[in-house]
C-alpha cells in the first residue's frame, strides 16, 4: 500500500491546528472536532480525543466545565500559558520550514 | 443525560462498546463528549448528529490508532483477570466481606471492561449479597434456620461465579479484538 502522504502531514501538524483553534477561543470537543473535519485535518471525532489527551498530558490544554451559549453544560478545552507559547514557537518555525521544502521539492509543477 | 432519545442511547452504547479496548478514561472522554452533543436534542436533531458522527466502529478505530504504539499494543494482564475474579467468587470466605469488596475495587479499576459491564457485575453481586444477608437474618432463629446459613452461603458463591464467567468472556474478546 502506498502511503497516505495527506495523513502523513496532517499528524505532523494536526495538534498544533487543535492549539490555534483554541488560542481564538476556548471550545468544546464537538465543536473542535466538526471544524477539524470540514477542514480534512482529521478523519472524525475519534482522531481529536487522542491528540486532546495528549496535549493534555503535556500541560499544553486544560479543561473545564462551561455553559455554552445553547444553555447546556459542556467541557471547554483552553490553551495553558506553555501551550501558548509552544504555538508561538510552532509558528515562528513553520513559515521558515515550508519554504524551505518549497525550495527542495520544487515549485514548479512535474 | 435522562432526556435522550433512544436512538441517542443505542449509539452511546454502540461508541462505548467499540471504544472497549480503548483507555477506559479516552473511552470516556469520547463518550462524554458526544453524550454532551446529542443531549437534550429531539429524535430528528439527534439523528442528524449522529449521521454527521458515522460508524461508532470507525470512530473507534481511528482512536486506537492516534494512541500511542506502547499503550495500545500492551496486552492487559491476565494475572489481573484471574486475581480479580479469584477475589469476587472466594475472597469474601477468605476474608469476609472484605476479599470480596476487594474484587469488586478490582473490576471498577479495570480498563478493560466498559463502564455497562462493570455495572452490571457489581449490582448483581450486590444485589446476591443483600440477598444472602437477608436470608440469614430472615431465617434465623426459625426450625428451619439452617436453610438461611445455606443461602446466605452459596448465593454470593452461584451469582458470583456466573459473572466470573461473564466477565472473563468480555475480557477475551476485548483482548483478542486488541491484538
Known amino acids: ?30 465543536k473542535l472536532s ?27 490544554v486544560v479543561l473545564s466545565d462551561q ?44 | 443525560m435522562n432526556t435522550s432519545s433512544p436512538v441517542v442511547t443505542t449509539y ?17 472522554e469520547i463518550v462524554s463528549g458526544v453524550r454532551e452533543e446529542l443531549d437534550g436534542l429531539d429524535a430528528h436533531a439527534a439523528a442528524a448528529r449522529i449521521a454527521e458522527l458515522g460508524d461508532p466502529a470507525l470512530i473507534a478505530a481511528e482512536a486506537i490508532a492516534g494512541l500511542p504504539a506502547p499503550a495500545a499494543a500492551a496486552t492487559p494482564s491476565s494475572v489481573y483477570l484471574g486475581f480479580t475474579l479469584a477475589l469476587l467468587v472466594v475472597g469474601g470466605y477468605l476474608l469476609p466481606f472484605v476479599g470480596w469488596l476487594a474484587g469488586l475495587a ?20 450486590a444485589g446476591a449479597a443483600v440477598v444472602a ?7 434465623r432463629g426459625q426450625s428451619y434456620g439452617g436453610v438461611g446459613l445455606v443461602l446466605f452461603l452459596f448465593v454470593p458463591f452461584v ?13 477475551t ?3 483478542r479484538g486488541n491484538s
Open chain 2, 106 to 125: 478490582l473490576i471498577i479499576g479495570s480498563s478493560v471492561w466498559t463502564r455497562r459491564v462493570k455495572k452490571i457485575a457489581v449490582s448483581l453481586s
Open chain 1, 67 to 110: 455553559v455554552s451559549d445553547s444553555g447546556r453544560p459542556r467541557k471547554y478545552y483552553s490553551l495553558t500559558a506553555a501551550g501558548v507559547s509552544q504555538l508561538r514557537e510552532f509558528q515562528a518555525q513553520w513559515q521558515p520550514f515550508t519554504s524551505t521544502v518549497s525550495d527542495l521539492v520544487g515549485r514548479e509543477k512535474i
Open chain 1, 34 to 60: 466538526e471544524e477539524l473535519v470540514e477542514r480534512g485535518m482529521i478523519a472524525s471525532i475519534g482522531t481529536l480525543y487522542p491528540v486532546l489527551g495528549r496535549l493534555r498530558a503535556q500541560g499544553l
Open chain 2, 12 to 28: 452511546l452504547n454502540r461508541l462505548e462498546s467499540a471504544l472497549a479496548p480503548a483507555p477506559a478514561e479516552l473511552r470516556a
Open chain 2, 133 to 139: 444477608l437477608a436470608a440469614l437474618l430472615i431465617l
Open chain 2, 173 to 175: 474478546s476485548v483482548v
Open chain 1, 1 to 30: 500500500m502506498a502511503t497516505d502522504i495527506g495523513a502523513q502531514l496532517r499528524k505532523g501538524v494536526v495538534e498544533f491546528c487543535i492549539l490555534g483553534l483554541l488560542h481564538r477561543e476556548p471550545t468544546y470537543g464537538w
Open chain 2, 159 to 171: 451469582v458470583n461465579l456466573g459473572l466470573a464467567y461473564f466477565l472473563a468472556s468480555r475480557w
